[in-house]
Structures are given as C-alpha cells and as structure tokens.
C-alpha cells in the first residue's frame, strides 16, 4: 500500500530535514541497514516486522497463521484480508512481533519530550510506523486504509547517539533518504506522516 504524505521537496525531505539532522551513513558512522522486503500484495504489515528485524523472519503463511489465531482470541474484527493478500492489523503485526522475544508498546510522539526519552533507551529496536493512506482508487476500497513500515535504529558503539532510518517496503522517494537524529524522526512522524500510530518494539530487560 502507498501513502499520501505531506508536502516534500524534489530530494522527497523537507528542508528541516536537510541539516546536521539528516546525514550520510558515514557521517554519523553507525552501520546502515542492509535489508529490505519490497512490496507484494498489500502485506506491508509483514514487510515491516522483517524490514525492523532485517532479515526474513516470517512468510505470508505465518502472518495467515498468526492472524487466525488472533481471530479465535478476538472474534469479530478484520484483522486481514481474504485469500492470503495482506492487510494485516495492528493486532496481528504486534502479536508477530512478541513472538520474537520483543516487548510492543504504542508511542504518542505529538509529546515530544516524552518520545525522546523513550526512543534513547538502551533496549530500543526501532519502531513500526501505521500511517493513514488517502490516495486509494475505487476498486481499492475493500482494503485496509493504512499502510505499514518500519523505522530501524542504530546507536553508535558508545551508544551515546542513535540515528534512524525509515524503510518502506514501497521504497518511495517521499521518505528520508538519509538517517535522522532521533529528534528529527520524532518531527518528521508528527509534521509529514498522516495520522500515524506508533508503536516502538524494544528488547525485555535482563533478569
């Protein structure tokens, strides 16, 4: 699924974007994600948990799996669609994601102060992103109006600073192309995503 964002430049970042807050990998000297699961379907829920893990942990018959156990737990919501094509739920994407051993909780990042905080700590994985999509044709409509990606991060060795990298299964131009600090990921979530739910993934702590 591809999304409508906000208003961008021609480099698909706006300009507050295009600062020290932005860089090239080499410039903030962390390891850039080297994995990436394009689109198929409209399983961008799927691409997303692999896309934050970085590698291919589940298929599509996992996710089908997953989602009809979710729908014995909690009947009567849509939590895909019909015939293996995607659209999985918020429901069905944490649920994969705990199966991995990882703790899934939502994040209000319009509380800037708060969502810094949160998004330095040493147990942060990344986050997945579930954006409203505005842009759907008519033959469309029977699918979900969101769409999922994933934002990895990446903490230097002293773990004194962290940047991120928003990766969309779609691979569109209209995301950063560079890493963001952490105060600028949190500003390009509230100011160009639409209507975005958070949910950041950390590691449990260690007895």
């Known amino acids: 699924m591809q999304s409508s964002r906000k208003s961008v430049t021609s480099n ?9 807050s932005a860089m090239t990998a ?9 994995f990436l699961e394009k689109q198929r379907w409209y399983q961008c829920g799927l691409h997303a948990v692999n896309n934050l893990l970085q590698r291919p942990v589940y298929a599509v018959e996992d996710f089908e799996a997953i989602a009809r156990g979710v729908s014995a737990i909690v009947p009567g919501i849509r939590h895909k669609a019909c015939l293996g094509l995607g659209c999985y739920g918020a429901e069905v994407v944490c ?16 509380n800037t102060d708060v969502a810094l905080r949160r998004l330095s700590g040493p147990n942060v994985v990344g986050l997945l992103l579930n954006e409203v999509e505005s842009d759907r044709r008519w033959w469309q409509l029977w699918r979900s109006q969101r769409h999922w990606l994933a934002a990895v ?16 299964s ?3 131009n209209g995301r950063p192309q560079k890493p963001l600090d952490t105060r600028a990921l949190v ?9 975005c739910v958070v949910f950041i993934v950390e590691r449990r702590n260690e007895l």
């Open 170 to 172: 779609q691979n569109c």
């Open 95 to 110: 649920a994969a994601v705990a199966r991995q051993g990882l703790c899934v909780d939502t994040l209000n990042c319009k």
């Open 187 to 195: 500003s390009y979530i509230v100011q160009d995503m639409v209507e």
């Open 12 to 20: 698909g970042v706006k300009d507050s974007y295009q600062s020290s």
């Open 26 to 34: 080499s410039e903030v000297q962390v390891q850039p994600p080297a």
């Open 153 to 168: 991060r990446r903490a230097t060795e002293t773990n004194s600073s962290a940047y991120w990298w928003i990766i969309d």
